[in-house]
C-alpha cells in the first residue's frame, strides 16, 4: 500500500496508521483508512496537488472520479450514496485533520460582509474575555448571537460597516424577527446576549449611542416557572442500573451519575474534568466551571472515588487524551461537549423506568442537589459556591423546587451511594 506513493506520502501514511491504532481502531477499519487515503494521495500526485494546499472542493472532486469508477465497473451508483460516501471519505477526513488540524478548514470571508463579520466576532470574543472575564462557552453563546444580529442586519441594509446607524428601531425589529420562535424565558436570554453585543458595539467606537439600556425583555417573575427536578427515587434507581452494568460503559455511566448527584455539575464541567483534576492524596475534586470560568475545590467522596478508580482501572480505553471520561467507541478520544452526556442518561433513565414532565439530562440532577442541600439547612451561599454560581440570582431559579416542602424530610441520597464504595 504505502509502495504505490511518494516517500513523503508513504510517511504521511505510516504516521495516519499509527495515529488509528493509538485512538483504538480496529485493524479492519484501520486497513480500510488507511487504503482509501493511500488511494486518494495518489490521486493527488497524478494532478501534482499538495496536501497542504487542498480544500474541500478537491476532495468532491475526487469522489465525483472515484463514483464514476464505480459505475463503470459495476454498471450503476452506489445503492446507498450516504453509506458509500462516508466510507471513502473516512480516511479522508482523518488524513487532512492529521496534516491540517482541522477538516473541513474554515472557511475564508467570501465577500466584504463575511470578512468584516468574521474581524468584528473575534473582536468581539476578545473583549468578553479579556474585558469582561467571561468563560468560554458563555462567550461562544454571545458571539453566536452577535453574528445572527449581523447577519438580519445586513439583509436590511446593504454595508455592514454602517452599525452606527444603527436605532432602537432596529434592534426591536430583530427581537421581533427572533421571537415567534421563542418562549419567554428564551426571549429574555435573547435581549441579554443582544445587550452585551450592543455594549461592546458602543465601548469600541462602533455606535454613537448607548443602545444596550434600550432592549426590552418580558418580565419573569419569581416563582412563575418551576424548573424540574428528579426525586430521590429515581435518582436511587438510576444509580443502581448504573452500578449493575460492569462494562466499560457501565462503569463510566456510573462515576458521571455520582458526579451528578453528589454535586450537581454540569455537564460540561463533567466532560472536561481532566486526570490532573484529582487529588487522589488529599482526596479533593478541582473543577472549573463552565459559566464563570472559576475553580472549585470539592472533597472527593469516597463513593465517587471509588466510582473514578473503578473507571478508570477497568472501562477507560488506553488513550493519551488527559480528559477522564473517552468515548466508548474508537476514536478514544473525549467528548466533543457537554451535550454528548444527554443521549447516555436517557438510555439510563428509561432503562431505570424514570418517567418525568420535564427535563431529563443532567441538569435535572443539577436541581436536585441544590433542592437536597437546602433541605438540609446548607445556606443559599454555600448552595451557590457548591454549583459554581457567580450570584446569588443564579442560584434562586434552582431553590424554587423546594418552596413548599422545606418542612418535608431532608434528600438523602448518600446511603444508597455509599454502597458503590463497600
Request: proline share 5%.
Amino acid at each position: 500500500m504505502f509502495d504505490r506513493v511518494s516517500p513523503q506520502h508513504a510517511a504521511l501514511l505510516r504516521q495516519l496508521k499509527h495515529q488509528l491504532v493509538d485512538t483504538g481502531y480496529s485493524s479492519g477499519a484501520i486497513r480500510r483508512q488507511c487504503a482509501v487515503a493511500a488511494n486518494f494521495l495518489r490521486y493527488l500526485e497524478r494532478r501534482k496537488l499538495a496536501v497542504a494546499d487542498l480544500q474541500p472542493l478537491h476532495e468532491e472532486q475526487y469522489l465525483r472520479c472515484e463514483q464514476r469508477r464505480f459505475q463503470r465497473r459495476h454498471g450503476h451508483a452506489p445503492r446507498s450514496m450516504g453509506s458509500w460516501r462516508g466510507s471513502h471519505s473516512a480516511g479522508i477526513h482523518q488524513l487532512m485533520r492529521m496534516v491540517m488540524g482541522r477538516w473541513p478548514p474554515e472557511p475564508s470571508p467570501g465577500n466584504e460582509f463575511e470578512a468584516f463579520a468574521h474581524s468584528l466576532c473575534d473582536e468581539f470574543a476578545q473583549w468578553l474575555e479579556q474585558d469582561r472575564g467571561m468563560a468560554a462557552e458563555t462567550i461562544d453563546d454571545l458571539v453566536a448571537e452577535a453574528r445572527r444580529f449581523m447577519c438580519w442586519r445586513h439583509g436590511q441594509q446593504s454595508l455592514a460597516d454602517e452599525l452606527r446607524s444603527l436605532s432602537t428601531a432596529d434592534i426591536d425589529a430583530y427581537q421581533q424577527a427572533r421571537a415567534p420562535s421563542l418562549r419567554r424565558v428564551s426571549r429574555k436570554s435573547l435581549a441579554q446576549r443582544l445587550r452585551s453585543f450592543l455594549r461592546f458595539l458602543h465601548a469600541s467606537g462602533r455606535t454613537p449611542d448607548e443602545l444596550a439600556s434600550r432592549v426590552l425583555a418580558p418580565t419573569l417573575y419569581a416563582l412563575e416557572s418551576i424548573p424540574s427536578a428528579l426525586s430521590v427515587q429515581q435518582i436511587n434507581d438510576v444509580v443502581r442500573i448504573c452500578r449493575a452494568d460492569r462494562s466499560p460503559t457501565g462503569l463510566r455511566d456510573h462515576a458521571i451519575v455520582l458526579l451528578l448527584a453528589n454535586y450537581g455539575l454540569r455537564a460540561g464541567e463533567i466532560v472536561r474534568l481532566r486526570l490532573e483534576d484529582i487529588d487522589w492524596r488529599g482526596d479533593q475534586l478541582f473543577v472549573r466551571h463552565s459559566k464563570t470560568g472559576a475553580q472549585s475545590v470539592l472533597p472527593l467522596l469516597p463513593a465517587v472515588g471509588s466510582a473514578l478508580l473503578a473507571y478508570l482501572r477497568h472501562g477507560r480505553p488506553a488513550t493519551g487524551a488527559r480528559e477522564i471520561f473517552i468515548r466508548a467507541r474508537a476514536p478514544y478520544r473525549r467528548f466533543a461537549s457537554g451535550s454528548s452526556l444527554y443521549a447516555q442518561l436517557q438510555r439510563r433513565l428509561n432503562a431505570a423506568g424514570v418517567q418525568t414532565d420535564g427535563k431529563r439530562g443532567p441538569h435535572a440532577f443539577r436541581h436536585a442537589r441544590a433542592v437536597s442541600l437546602l433541605r438540609s439547612g446548607v445556606p443559599p451561599k454555600v448552595i451557590g459556591d457548591v454549583l459554581g454560581h457567580r450570584s446569588a440570582a443564579s442560584t434562586a431559579p434552582y431553590l424554587k423546587l423546594a418552596v413548599d416542602e422545606l418542612r418535608d424530610v431532608a434528600l438523602e441520597i448518600d446511603e444508597l451511594i455509599g454502597e458503590g464504595a463497600r
